[in-house]
């Protein structure tokens, strides 16, 4: 457990909801420094998230610096920044891939205003996802809209700094429909392989078809050496954001099962572990709590796999015998190891209990009347 961290986005404390309707709960933050305040609370209670992912310009701020050590003074930094070409009325029809060069440079100087950001809160990480694409066939050209994506980004990687990464997500559907300009890990990994060492691929855990092995792309991309960060969360059907672990607990054992053997945890491995998601019905920091014991608890699984007795198995063709080692490890109940680690480190031993106990929820639920909501956009 000494290397996992994992990182909490801001958003995840926000009002959200459905496509049809943004649900509001008491408490809510009505600022960035009340979410960051949140999270500095699900790191006190599991000593695991010691970073925050801010988005721009949901999470605009007159000063970062300042940001940046309110953030340090609760135990906590700013982590990746997250920029936004999505919601703007101009990317109607795309955003680094638009046909028309004054979009696309607009939204190529919002990612320099981003990197300026980075540069005021000390983030290393530079996040992309565009949903830019077509619904129709024949509404754009499929090539030349790759072309304008690698001129633009390359634009924005020159500003990237010796310290500083940038990481480009894919999801092969929504809102686009018909194509979408970066769908998968494959025209991910062609984008930041062409633009060199410091840009890699973020792979969110539910931005897949279904069916597909992720933890095949996961032992892919850090062959390449080209995993740069996760985005966890969980699904039913489509990209729904559920609290990681969720619907199929044994995909993010089987995940960490690759990114232990791959190096993902060690000391200059790079790989970030973010949670991305929206806690719509359920209570928001709960939520985030559970997501990180969730990863925590399947991780202490993946760290238990025998390797050498898996290894000697599948050099003896012994298919049901690899299988019951790797099916060992996964059953293992590793709670009370986990309750032990934490009462060793002056932390809860169970953290959702001992939140709950707290009062925090009902003093935030107190003080957080007045002003507006934070949600999508805000």
């Known amino acids: ?9 801001s958003w995840a404390f926000g009002n959200s909801g459905t496509r049809f309707k943004v649900f509001g709960t008491p408490g809510t933050p009505r600022t960035v420094q009340e979410k960051i305040a949140d999270a500095a609370t699900v790191h006190q209670f599991t000593g695991l998230a010691p970073s925050v992912a801010l988005h ?11 940001l940046r050590v309110y953030a340090e003074d609760l135990g906590v930094r700013v982590g990746t920044i997250n920029s936004n070409t999505f919601q703007d009325d101009s990317y109607k029809f795309g955003s680094l891939t638009h046909l028309d060069k004054k979009v696309r440079r607009t939204a190529i100087d ?8 980075m540069n005021a809160t000390g983030s290393a990480d530079l996040k992309i996802w565009l949903a830019d694409g077509t619904n129709y066939p024949g509404q754009g050209d499929i090539r030349d809209r790759q072309e304008r994506l690698a001129e633009s980004l390359a634009s924005i990687y020159e500003h990237i700094g010796d310290q500083q990464r940038m990481v480009l997500e ?6 686009a429909t018909y194509m979408t300009d970066v769908p998968d890990w494959g025209t991910a990994y062609t984008h930041v392989a062409a633009l060199g060492e410091r840009a ?8 897949h078809a279904p069916g597909t092995n992720i933890e095949f792309i996961v032992a892919q991309l850090l062959r390449l050496q080209k995993l740069g960060s996760f985005d966890f969360n969980s699904r039913f059907y489509a990209d729904d954001d559920l609290i990681v672990g969720a619907a199929d607990p044994f995909q993010l054992f089987r995940i960490m ?7 993902g945890l ?6 970030a572990l973010m949670l991305d998601q929206c806690h719509n019905v359920e209570a928001k920091i709960p939520g985030q709590i559970r997501s990180v014991l969730n990863v925590q608890e399947m991780t202490a ?23 019951d080692v790797f099916m060992d490890a996964f059953y293992t109940d590793v709670r009370p190891r986990l309750a032990q680690w934490r009462a060793e480190r002056g932390l809860p031993e169970d953290p959702m209990a001992a939140f709950a106990r707290s009062g925090y929820q009902q003093r935030i639920e107190a003080e957080r009347l007045e002003g507006t909501q934070s949600g999508w956009g805000a």
């Not at 099962?257 to 190096?263: A, H, T």
């Not at 060690?266 to 790989?271: K, M, R, T």
């Open 200 to 207: 890699v691929v973020c792979l969110d855990t539910g931005h």
């Open 170 to 175: 894919y999801k092969f559907f929504e809102p």
């Open 110 to 117: 919002h990612h320099l205003a981003c990197i300026e950001v």
């Open 266 to 271: 060690d000391d200059d491995s790079g790989v």
């Open 301 to 323: 699984r993946a760290a238990l796999l025998d390797s050498e007795a898996l290894a000697e198995a599948q050099r003896a063709g012994d298919v049901l015998g690899a299988h």
């Open 1 to 9: 457990m000494g290397n996992l961290e994992i990182e909490l986005p």
């Open 56 to 66: 721009i310009p949901w999470d605009e701020v007159p000063d970062y610096r300042a």
């Open 257 to 263: 099962v690759e990114v232990i053997r791959g190096g």
